[in-house]
């Protein structure tokens, strides 16, 4: 049976050398990064960092906005954190849109609710109606339960 490959872009697979290559950054720097908790490599059992193609393109984007847009290590931290909340909260907007759009589906197959009439027959009504009442007794029916 072939083997699939299941390589994608958070597949741990660039020692630090080659990931600081990628990146056009010095190996310390990483360290210094990971520390910061900017970028955090996976570790392997012996304790060595590897980066997957999504760390390095992080890298990227802390180094462009340190160099580039002059933002300190702090602050780049703070937009990195709030990019995962962002991108958190478009998830579950997405699911909270699937569920609402099947529940419109499931509203929209219920066409029809049968209740009992007046006289006890069943009646076809449009969701969230009540049949009319015809009847205009006065009468009250009181309910005792029974001792055991």
Known sequence: ??????LD????????????ELAGMHAQTLRQYDRLGLVTPQRTRGGGRRYSARDVTRLREVQR????EGISLAGIQR????ELQVEALRSRTAE???QNRAL?????????VFAAGPRGEAVVMRPGT?????????????????PF
Request: charged share 25%.
């Open 1 to 6: 049976m072939a083997r699939k490959n299941t």
């Open 9 to 20: 872009e958070d597949t741990p697979v660039y020692v630090i050398s080659i990931a600081a």
């Open 65 to 68: 906005l340190s160099q580039d």
């Open 79 to 82: 937009i990195m954190e709030l």
């Open 96 to 98: 909270l849109l699937e």
């Open 104 to 112: 419109h589906e499931a509203l929209e197959v219920r066409t029809r």
């Open 130 to 146: 009540r049949p009319r009442q015809e009847s205009s007794s006065t009468a009250v029916a009181v309910w005792r339960p029974l």
